[in-house]
Each structure stands twice: as structure tokens, then as C-alpha cells.
């Protein structure tokens, strides 16, 4: 017995009997949020993500849905289209996995310090995701309630806790920008964010607002009608509820919201991103943030104070007519006072500045003069070409003739000869006293 003795190995001595141990096979959780990880592999080049990863992921969600493929991967989730079995189309949002992991928890250390001593408890990735998806079901069915006809949010056929995604109708779209840039028209583009502004003013009557409004999350549907998107960022205000965590996705933020992590977001924080979002309608492309995400987690007020008022000026004098600027100005001032206090108020003041400034006759870029000038007797006329500046402006050929279309009429009603062909002799005139005006209002 005594020989058979073994002292005992020091603390931290122990050997594994057996380190070939096999692992356990991955739940259905961590397998499905493997997936989805696979995906976001693909971020820059998302056309080169093979349909079998996606597929894989349709397949845990709905057997029955055949995978078209991945359409896009964004700051919430990851959009995949497919198809049920009376071929109808659906869109699957699946959220990021971190939003997945975390689920109902509080979140960890780290978030503790990126949140600056926010009340943890409200800071539930999931829960915020979830609520998302039910204000985006609340919302469609007060649309459809209501016949408002001008705006349409996709319908959702489920909105699932675990594994975090939501099912929806796949709406046949186009962005707003893509839609807008053919007709090179700034009063069409501006009467499209008028438009928008329309829809906003519903949603916020409804109680909601989208916390991240921008062109890219605006589309047309065949019907011409607005498609607002992407509403699992959205907040209901009448709940006492405020589910927020470092939503640094945002893009059009004011100061105080990129300081609070969203925090008391309230309307007149909306109409700061519709300020912006005006600019892009403008100009026909998206604007760069203003805040990055880690000047938005380490950066203090002042700093962020300071950058945004350099931002905004900045894009104020892009802005040629003096009533759009002030418009742009007033909505995304950062002092919440200073601002419009209703989407109403700001959709009656861009009207009156489209009605009371230059819009009346249109700025345009040097190569639509050029274009005027080789489709009127003006330029084919004595072989003169008229010196211009290159000043770049923001109106199109549309505006030109629309312009030149109204000097038509006017011509013809003062003549009063009723010519079948409606074409004046005195176009060169026209044009002439077009690019007359333009100079004195120092436009060219």
C-alpha cells in the first residue's frame, strides 16, 4: 500500500488524461449565426458571395422560401431575396450577429463604457431591433387604414425574436437619387422632397420617427409613391420605453444626438437628418457623415459641436439661391430652439423660398448652355458663341426647357396668330433675354 502512494501535483501541474476530447456539435444558434458571419465576409464586394451561404440561411429560416440572393449588408442586418412558393417576393432582414449573441441580456463590460454611463437595461440590442419590426407593422396597417397613398413601408409577414430577423415584401424599387438624376431638374427634385417631407409629417402624426432618415433609405415604387425603408432603428414616442445602444449607424445626426447615443430623440432631431437629407435630394448624391463612429463614442460635446458647425457651413455654401440656405440653415441649426418645430413648418418655408427666389428662372451648369446653345437659332444664328463662367450650379436641361417652354406660350399669347406649329421666330429672343437674367442675377 505504501509504495502504491502518490503525492498529489502541485496547483497548476494537472496534465489532461485526454486532450483529444471532441468538441461538442455547434447549436443551432451559434450554427446560424456562423452563417451570417460568413456573409459579412462579403461586405465590399457583395456580388461575390457565393448563393450557397445565403441559401443556407433561407433555409433555416423558411424551408419553403427558394434564395435569389444577397441584396445588401448594412450597420443593422443583412438583406437577402427570395421567393415562397406562389412566387411572391420577400425580403429577409437579418440582424448582425452581435445584435443575435447578446439577445435579452445586459450588455457587457465594454458596452458599459462605450454607452458613458447610460442605464444599461435600455441599452438591449434585440429588444431595440424587435421593436423596430412591430412600429414598422403598427405604421403599414395605419397606412392602410388611412388610404395615404402618397407613402408605403414594405409589409411584414414575421417579425421573429430567435433568431433575430424580420420577413418581408419584397417591393419592386428604385433608389430616390437614381430615380431623380435622369430628369436633371431641382424643381422636381425639390417638389419630391416636399413630398417627403408630406410623408414624414404622417409618420411623426402617427407617434414615430425613423432616426435615420436619408436618401438612401427612400425609394419610388411603381406607383411613384415614396418607400420609406430601414425602420429597426425607429422609436415610438408614446412608449415609455427607450431602447437605445450606441447606434452610430446613423448618418444625418446633430450634436446632442451623436453626444446621448440617440437618447430623447424627438421630432426636432428628425427634421436636422431631413435638412441634410434636402442637400442630397439637391444635389442628387449622398452626403458623407458628418461623425465618425469613434468620434461619436470618444469625442466630447464641444469637439463634436465644433465639427458639425464646420460641416454644415461648409454644404450651406454649396446652396447658389439665398432662401434655399436659409432653409437648410434653420433645420439643422444645433441649438433645438433656433429650429422649425414641426416638419409642417419646414415644408412651408422651402415652398415659399422655391416661390420667392430665382427659382422662377433656373441656374444651370455650363454644359447646359452649351446644349441651349446648339439646339436654338441663337447659336447657328451670326456664329457667335457667348463667353460664360464656369460657376457650377444645380439646375438641368429640364429646367431649361420648362423655362424655355413657358417663353413659348407667352410669345404665342401675345401674338395671338395661333400658329399650328408652335414655333416662334422669335426664339433667338427668348434665349437672349434667358441668359440676360441669368447674368444679372449673377448666375453665369
Known sequence: MKGDFKPL???????????NIPKPPPTEEESFLHLVTQVLHYTESKKACPLAVPASIVERINPKYNCIGLHDIGGEGIIIRAVDTSNLGHALKVALPHAQAIGNRRVGIWDKVMFKGMPVDQNSYKMRYYEGGEIQIKLYRSLVRDAFAALSVPMVYVNNLSPLYIDMEWVESISILD????????KFSL????????????????????RDIKAGNIMIGRNDNLVIIDWTMSKDLRSNRDLTYMISAGTHLSPKIANQHFKDFSIADEIVSLGFTMLEFF????LPRCFSKKEIVESKSATLLRKYTAYRAELAETLVDRG???????ATDPTEKYRYELVSDFRVALLHAMKGTTMSLPTVTAEVIDEIHQRTIFAEGDGQKTTRSDVITHYGIEDIRDTLRQFQEEQCELCGANCSEKICHK????????ILHLREENLL
Open 9 to 19: 501535483q502541485p496547483p497548476g501541474k494537472f496534465k489532461a488524461q485526454n486532450t
Open 179 to 186: 430615380y431623380l438624376k435622369p430628369r436633371k431638374s431641382l
Open 191 to 210: 417638389e419630391m422632397f416636399c413630398k417627403l417631407l408630406e410623408c414624414m409629417e404622417y409618420v411623426h402624426g402617427e407617434g414615430i420617427v425613423h
Open 283 to 286: 444635389h442628387g448624391n449622398p
Open 324 to 330: 434655399l440656405r436659409d432653409v437648410f440653415l434653420k
Open 427 to 434: 426664339i433667338d429672343e427668348r434665349v437672349i433675354k434667358l
